[in-house]
């Protein structure tokens, strides 16, 4: 198992500004990634955190709009920049243990954009 | 591509009675289903896998490759099974991993 900090676990901000979430693993990690969970919506991943080299980015999300970062094998930071109304979600961290279908996932960050 | 379709946004059952949280999938090779669940204020947590064909917190779940289907199933409901609920098929690596969309279930007294 893996436990995540992330950081901050809500913010509010205005339109335009742009919000960096940490997230903090307890033991070192190949696989990291940031999902979205708009609301009533399902979780959508935004990107994996690769340690090292550039995140590997789904579809519809493009580095601009989220740079992430990956220092080192337990942490990684996700940047929303240039805010907007439509960015108001929940993000979160997660971590695979092994390369299966079980992730173990940070307590969120909730961001309201203004 | 692969799609995991949860037709209930909202499920209310009572105390003791039987619940099914349905979920269906789409996908054209070999399906590794799971259910994850989040209780209010706490985080999204894995609750079963089909994989390992075990009972946790009185909950099972079979996957059935006629009807796609792999539905969450507890014959008692309980008051601490109020969560969130999603269905969830891992196709590859950890990176396929396709949600559905989640039923809020409730338990009433």
């Known amino acids: 198992s893996a436990v995540i900090s992330q950081k901050p676990s809500r913010d509010i901000c205005q339109r335009g500004t742009s919000l960096t979430i940490q997230c903090q693993v307890d033991?070192?990690?190949?696989?990291m990634f940031w999902y979205r969970q708009q609301p009533g919506q399902s979780l959508t991943l935004i990107a994996t955190?690769?340690?090292?080299?550039?995140?590997?980015?789904e579809s519809g999300f493009v580095i601009d709009k989220f740079p992430i970062s990956r220092p080192n094998l337990t942490f990684s930071t996700l940047t929303v920049s240039n805010m907007s109304p439509e960015d108001s979600s929940i993000y979160l961290c997660?971590?695979?243990?092994?390369?299966?279908?079980?992730?173990?996932f940070g307590e969120g960050s909730r961001l309201t954009v203004l | 591509a692969q799609r995991v379709t949860q037709p209930e946004k909202l499920l209310s059952v009572f105390k003791g009675a039987p619940v099914e949280l349905k979920c269906n999938y789409s996908?054209?090779?070999?399906?590794?289903l799971f259910w994850y669940v989040q209780y209010s204020r706490q985080r999204l947590q894995l609750l079963l896998r089909?994989?390992s064909r075990e009972s946790i917190k009185g909950f099972t779940a079979d996957l059935n490759k006629g009807e796609t289907s792999f539905h969450l199933k507890k014959p008692f409901a309980q008051e601490e099974d109020s969560a969130m609920y999603y269905c969830?098929?891992?196709?590859?690596?950890?990176?396929?991993?396709?949600f559905g969309s989640g039923t809020q279930l409730t338990v009433l007294p």
């Open positions: 997660s971590v695979g243990v092994l390369d299966t279908g079980e992730l173990f």
């Open positions: 033991s070192q990690v190949t696989m």
């Open positions: 955190a690769n340690q090292g080299s550039e995140a590997t980015y």
């Open positions: 996908y054209s090779g070999s399906p590794e």
């Open positions: 089909h994989i």
């Open positions: 969830a098929l891992h196709s590859g690596s950890a990176r396929q991993l396709t």
